[in-house]
């Protein structure tokens, strides 16, 4: 099973209740990759960086298992992201954007990267999601990620993304500005009706809830009592969702194989929370994640 | 073992999205009672309604094991709420608050009340809380729920009644409001470190966490795509709560009935989202409660 993701690879500037980091490594193919990479191996991905990138860095996630043979180096800076959270963290408030190579971003598919069984296209414009769908032989599961800014700004080019996609995952606040719906349910169903075979709304320190066409399941977030930095726990839960689907050996369309992926993801995305960019998730070890699992299906039964 | 809630008995008007109710049967006692007494009777209630509360709603309660003995008729109007519910509708905006009778409320409990084996403080001024318990012998038992507006205005009083208790509810917005924490394991250990030996934190649509000294544990919300009227779920969790922790045969502090307890605690509430006042809670039957619970359970479990 191969596994694919496409998104961005950058630098955060993250200020939180608990701490702040500068040009921290960051980025939803990023995060991904190295929550994946804990999971299942190995991931290819597809990215740009500019010039200004540390080959160190490279080099770090290649050991992780992350093919880095679709990242780009292009002429110019890497992407910046500046922000903030407060109160009780669970949205960032972007304070600078400077999207730099990744403004210009056209993802090329490599050769060797063309046939993957697992596509997770991470949030970014949906036309260059598209295109990505295109150049690929059709996977078995396509994911994708999307953003409050593509649904206001093109929601046409989203639309047709979703009628071509398996899963869809999404946060609260875009399932409702997509479908028009606050009852998450039944929006839930609205995006199923758009396209996708099964929806994921994450709801951050709430958790997600998974519906396809006949079932509904929820995942608690793991009980964290510090959140260092919640900057990536999207993404790092998109990257063990994926790992988890890559690695199961049951049906990809199977809904328990699903809602297990989400508990993994969920796991993972704890870890992430943990820290500053991809410090704590880089550490963990597979019997720490067991740990982690056993104690979030304990909290969960009853 | 005897059940007995201190608390509001009303009369609400209510807007939603879905409709809306005239002077309808409402008020925290009310509520809890009507809840409870699906799983456990009899109920005892103590609470206060004007000279135009009719008897046949009194009959109807006393008709479901609800005792009303306590249930004090004074001379002038019965407390009135009036509010709306808009977009996802965790939020209720009160329009109009009449305490009326309500507002000279000194209960006194009835000889034959004054050795309850559960006791639920409802909503209502914390030093009328502190007095009740003290007409009582000391319950095996004693839970309290209580507003914003006592947590700013009585915080005292509040504080003394948290050091006697065994079970505090709260939403969410009150144990940050509490506390001062808005991580809800920090509020919750902050709470406890108050008295209570177990704290229960409901998050409306998002569900409920309970946390003691040792263990922690959360109960999604039962997923329904139509919430008529949200108005009354606390007060039925709590009596469902309190209901279940009645019928049990484990000892009280044993953190899976507690656990348990929340489940049918929300497997209620959610009936009680299902219509106005208590036009759907009272025609429940055992059978829709164990079916929803089944679906609950599954739901939750990975």
Redesign the interface.
């Known amino acids: 099973m191969s596994l694919l993701v496409v998104g961005s690879v950058a630098f955060d500037s993250v200020k939180t209740p608990h701490g702040e980091a500068d040009e921290a490594l960051g980025g939803a193919a990023t995060f991904f990759s190295v929550a994946a990479s804990l999971l299942y191996k190995p991931i290819h991905l597809i990215g740009v960086v500019g010039d200004d990138f540390p080959d160190e860095i490279v080099k770090l996630l290649e050991k992780r298992g992350i093919d880095c043979r679709g990242l780009e180096k292009a002429k110019g800076s890497t992407f910046r992201w500046k922000g903030r959270y407060e109160?009780?963290?669970n949205t960032a408030v972007t304070e600078e954007t400077c999207l730099n190579v990744f403004g210009q971003f056209q993802p090329k598919v490599p050769e060797e990267f063309k046939k993957p069984d697992y596509l997770f296209l991470a949030n970014i414009d949906p036309d260059i999601q598209l295109d990505v769908l295109r150049q690929v032989k059709r996977p078995r599961t396509v994911a994708a990620d999307t953003m409050n800014f593509w649904i206001s700004s093109k929601l046409d080019s989203l639309k047709k993304l979703m009628a071509e996609i398996d899963l869809m995952v999404l946060n609260e606040g875009e399932a409702?500005m997509l479908t028009g719906k606050?009852?998450?349910?039944?929006a839930a169903?609205e995006v199923i009706h758009m396209g996708p075979k099964v929806v994921i709304i994450k709801?951050g320190?709430?958790?997600a809830?998974i519906v396809d066409s006949s079932h509904?399941?929820?995942?608690?977030a793991f009980?964290?009592?510090?959140?260092m930095d919640p900057t990536g726990a999207g993404d790092s839960f998109g990257g063990g969702l994926m790992a988890s689907l890559a690695k199961a050996e049951t049906d990809h369309t199977d809904f328990?194989a699903i809602?297990?992926a989400?508990?993994n993801a969920t796991v993972i995305a704890s870890f992430n929370c943990e820290s500053f960019s991809i410090e704590r998730i880089k550490t963990v070890t597979m019997k720490e994640f067991d740990e982690r699992l056993k104690i979030l299906?304990?909290?969960?039964?009853?």
Do not use: C, Q, W
């Open positions: 109160g009780n963290m409702e606050s009852n998450l349910i039944s169903r709801k320190a709430d958790g809830m509904m399941a929820h995942v608690p009980p964290l009592e510090t959140v328990p809602r297990k989400v508990a299906r304990e909290y969960s039964s009853f």
